[in-house]
């Protein structure tokens, strides 16, 4: 059996990644950003955090909770329109096929082939000559 085959069971190497270890002056750092942090968050009125969850909110990590907030109170009777009822007609209808177009003049000598699938009306004996002219 090759290794190709084999599973992610089977595998030699890790696939999950290793943790990394915050280092003594990341922490120091993040603990003066956490106390100017709460230092902002008290002079706005707004709800300071602990430090772990400091730490969650700065790694990117911070999902907040919304269970609290109240969706907008939406009537649909209000929110719609008053529209006129139409009634449907009571009998169905059948439509008939248009009748297709025809020429009906004595203008048109013909349809004459300029070059390729290039196709022009002809309207004289003259035009169908310079054309025949043309295509050689």
């Known amino acids: 059996m090759t290794m190709h085959l084999l599973g992610p069971a089977f595998s030699t190497t890790r696939t999950s990644s290793k943790k990394a270890k915050m280092s003594s002056g990341k922490y120091s750092k993040y603990c003066q950003d956490w106390i100017d ?3 902002r968050m008290k002079k706005l ?3 300071t955090k602990t430090f772990e ?3 969650v909110y700065r790694e990117g990590k911070f999902k907040p ?3 609290g907030t109240t969706m907008p109170d939406y009537r649909t009777e209000e929110s719609r329109k008053h529209r006129e009822l139409y009634p449907s007609q009571s009998e169905v209808g059948v439509a008939f096929a248009k009748a297709p177009n025809t020429y009906t003049g004595d203008k048109l000598l013909g349809i004459a082939t300029l070059h390729k699938s290039c196709l022009q009306p002809v309207f004289s004996r003259k035009d169908a ?3 025949s ?3 050689r």
């Open 37 to 39: 942090y709460n230092k």
């Open 45 to 47: 009125g707004s709800k």
């Open 53 to 55: 969850e400091y730490l």
């Open 65 to 67: 909770n919304l269970r």
């Open 129 to 131: 000559e310079d054309i």
């Open 133 to 135: 002219r043309m295509r």
